[in-house]
């Protein structure tokens, strides 16, 4: 009986965020990483752990690690991404704690769903959106330009299906993980260290599935 409660109480993603923490912290000492290459990603399994809980306080803390994450993105040469985290993700995750705060209801955010018409739209934004910012920063020469570029269109649309209170930004982020992964097993061939980057990425990607059931589960017990 004990162990079946002890199991029932048992929060898996808890222990992941833990789990990744350590090895964070673990590779980012053997590969003797700069503070900056490694410190969003301390904080972010915090961040991600409130994400998962579907939890608005979350927005708070990672629009102050946006600022971690534009220097850590600019020294891996991702300038999509690093001007992305300082000049959309900080301010955005801000007016997304004030949205969410005011729309709760005993505590817990309520969200909605996208029409047909506003997934045709989304869609169509961000084809178009791909090409201007690839055609921006093919100028700047990144070495890894498409996925860079890829994972910040999804990132954009996904951060403002979150400011707005659409739950298929769960979704979007969950794409964003797996593309992200490919991103960072890619840059891996180059550079070892990576490697710490992209156990975070599979600890997110976990997170933003998780987030995505419960919201689902929510949806289903209305």
């Known amino acids: 009986m004990q162990k079946n409660k002890f199991l029932k109480n048992l929060d898996l993603t808890k222990i992941l965020a833990v789990i990744t923490f350590i090895f964070v912290a673990a590779g980012a000492f053997h590969f003797k990483l700069k503070i900056f290459d490694f410190l969003p990603l301390l904080i972010s399994t915090f961040v991600m752990l409130l994400q998962s809980k579907v939890n608005r306080y979350a927005f708070i803390v990672g629009a102050l690690n946006s600022i971690l994450y534009a220097v850590a993105d600019f020294y891996m040469t991702l300038y999509s991404q690093a001007a992305f985290a300082l000049l959309f993700s900080l301010p955005v995750q801000i007016i997304t704690f004030i949205c969410w705060n005011k729309n709760t209801r005993n505590g817990v955010t309520e969200t909605k769903s996208l029409t047909n018409k506003g997934r045709i739209i989304l869609f169509a934004s961000m084809a178009v959106g ?6 921006i920063f093919s100028f700047f020469k990144s070495e ?14 996904s951060t403002l299906l979150v400011t707005f209170r659409y739950s298929e930004y769960s979704l979007f982020q969950i794409i964003s993980g ?45």
Not at 130 to 135: A, D, F, N, T, V
């Open 130 to 135: 791909w090409g201007i910012l690839y055609l």
């Open 144 to 157: 890894y330009l498409v996925l860079d570029n890829t994972v910040t269109v999804i990132g954009i649309v």
């Open 178 to 222: 797996t593309v992200n992964i490919i991103l960072f097993a890619t840059m891996l061939v180059n550079d070892p260290s990576r490697i710490v980057w992209l156990v975070f990425m599979i600890y997110s990607m976990i997170c933003s599935t998780t987030a995505f059931i419960r919201m689902n589960k929510t949806k289903q017990n209305k």
